[in-house]
């Protein structure tokens, strides 16, 4: 089992900043990607960003230049980067670990833009 406990988030306004930590625990070796999805009122979740322990990045184009994921393997941690935030970026991010094709998520974290 792996276990996700996310930080961040909260409020700001348009062109603001947040930066969201993700944590894992657990049966951490094996986890391939690390990533954050979003789910806004009445939507689908999302992908966001994710970052596969080898390195590789994909992000949404909606957040491609504004958005930045990182990752640290030692620290079992992922982090992202919130910048230029806008009223459509609002919804709740979750950070979600991939490991022996099991998908894990932590419970989620709000994130609220206003204009």
């Known amino acids: 089992q792996v276990q996700l406990v996310e930080f961040g988030g909260g409020s700001v306004q348009t062109g603001g900043s947040l930066r969201l930590s993700c944590v894992a625990s657990?049966?951490?070796?094996?986890?391939?990607?690390m990533g954050w999805y979003r789910q806004a009122p009445g939507k689908e979740r999302e992908l966001v960003a994710r970052?596969?322990?080898?390195?590789?990045?994909v992000y949404a184009n909606s957040v491609k230049g504004r958005f930045t994921i990182s990752r640290d393997n030692a620290r079992n941690t992922a982090n992202l980067q919130m910048n230029s935030l806008k009223p459509e970026d609002t919804a709740v991010y979750y950070c979600?670990?991939?490991?022996?094709?099991?998908?894990?998520w932590g419970q989620g974290t709000q994130v609220t833009v206003s204009s």
């Open positions: 657990g049966i951490i070796s094996g986890i391939n990607v």
């Open positions: 979600n670990a991939q490991r022996m094709g099991y998908d894990y």
């Open positions: 970052i596969s322990s080898g390195g590789r990045i």
